[in-house]
């Protein structure tokens, strides 16, 4: 693998991560959608049993990414 492909599978990681932290889309739900891709893997990045560390990573990355609709929409969770 390149920089480029490292990133873009990086930003993949912290997309399926976003979408379960804000119950768009469920563990098995990521599993069905591997099957269609033809992928033979997909991951995610964190422990989900820590939910302030796995909202703070992704804070942090879609800081980074200036994704801040996401920023918002995450920071608005964890003061809940």
């Known amino acids: 693998m390149n920089y480029l492909e490292d990133l873009d599978e990086y ?3 912290m997309h399926n991560a976003y979408l379960v ?3 768009q889309k469920t563990i098995d739900s ?3 959608d591997l099957k ?3 992928k033979d893997y997909f991951t ?3 422990d989900f ?3 302030s560390s796995v909202l703070e990573i992704l804070i942090d990355h ?3 990414m200036e994704d801040y609709e996401k920023c918002a929409k995450l920071i608005h969770m ?3």
């Open 36 to 38: 269609l891709s033809g």
């Open 30 to 32: 990521l599993y069905e």
């Open 62 to 64: 879609y800081s980074d």
């Open 49 to 51: 049993n820590k939910p």
């Open 11 to 13: 930003n993949d990681v």
């Open 21 to 23: 932290v804000i119950n």
């Open 44 to 46: 995610l990045p964190f």
């Open 78 to 80: 964890k003061d809940v």
